[in-house]
Structure formats: C-alpha cells, structure tokens
C-alpha cells in the first residue's frame, strides 16, 4: 500500500512534462533538462514503487506528443531523447532504452496515423536511432 500511495502523489503525467519542457505560454521556449526537476531516477524508479511499464508509458507518450508535433524542430526532438535517456532509471544500456523507446512510439504514431508517418517525424526518428546507435558505442559520448 504504502508504494502506490507515494506513487499517486508523485506521478508525472505527460502534460506535466510537456509543460515542463515546452512552458505554457503561447511562444513555446523549449528546456530539456527542466525534465530533471521531476526527479525520474526516484520518482519514476522500481525501488521507489513505481512499475517499469508505467513509467515506460508516461515517457514514451510525451516522446510520442513531441515526435508528431511539426512544431518541434528535429535537433529539438535530439536534445530532449538524449536528456530523456540520462535520466529515465532503468538497469539497461542507454541504446536498449532508447530503442525501445523508439520502437514502441513508432508503433503507437503507425496506430494514430497508419503507415504513413509523415517526413518530419521520419527524420526525428532517424536522427533519435541514431543517437540510440551512438549510446551502443559509447555509452557517453553525446549528452546534452
């Protein structure tokens, strides 16, 4: 009981990141690593209560708001992957999280848009698997 209790009270939502990241005005001034103020290493973590695939899915609906946004620049989209990779706890490689970050919002954009993705998200993901490829080589070569 207790676990879940301190769950409700600290759970992020994909909004909440959204705003965090992006502001709530109406010219949008993007801030990647305002994503630390939610403290995901222990928010977000097992240890602290919080299920893997729950925390996987607040993550990867805010990857997936920001991938189909035309309004969010690709290098935009590559600064926020990368902050998301540094700071999402899990025990796997940055490159098996990044790709299955990656996988699972390109099956969820195929389920909200079909097949077609459209170029602009195209070329997001493709610069965000490979950034996911440079983490396989060396886990910290590229940070934000």
């Known amino acids: 009981m207790g676990n879940s209790y301190r ?4 759970f992020a939502h994909p909004d909440d990141i959204e705003k965090a990241v992006f502001g ?4 949008k001034f993007v801030a990647a690593e305002r994503m630390t103020l939610f403290k995901f ?3 977000l973590s097992e240890e ?11 993550v990867e609906e805010f990857l997936v708001r920001t991938l189909i946004d ?7 989209v590559e600064t926020i992957f990368a902050e998301i990779l540094s700071v ?3 025990n796997e490689g940055k490159s098996v999280l990044g790709k299955m970050f990656l996988r699972e919002t ?5 389920s909200i848009r079909g097949k077609f993705m459209g170029s602009q998200v195209q070329k997001k993901i493709s610069l965000l698997w490979a950034l996911a490829e440079i983490h396989k080589a060396d886990k910290n070569l590229w940070t934000p």
């Open 41 to 43: 290493q222990l928010t």
């Open 88 to 90: 999402f706890p899990t």
């Open 7 to 10: 769950f409700r009270f600290l």
């Open 70 to 76: 035309d309004s969010v620049l690709p290098e935009t």
């Open 48 to 58: 602290y209560g919080v299920p893997f695939n729950m925390a996987f899915g607040v």
């Open 106 to 110: 390109i099956q969820r954009i195929r």
């Open 24 to 27: 709530e005005g109406i010219i």
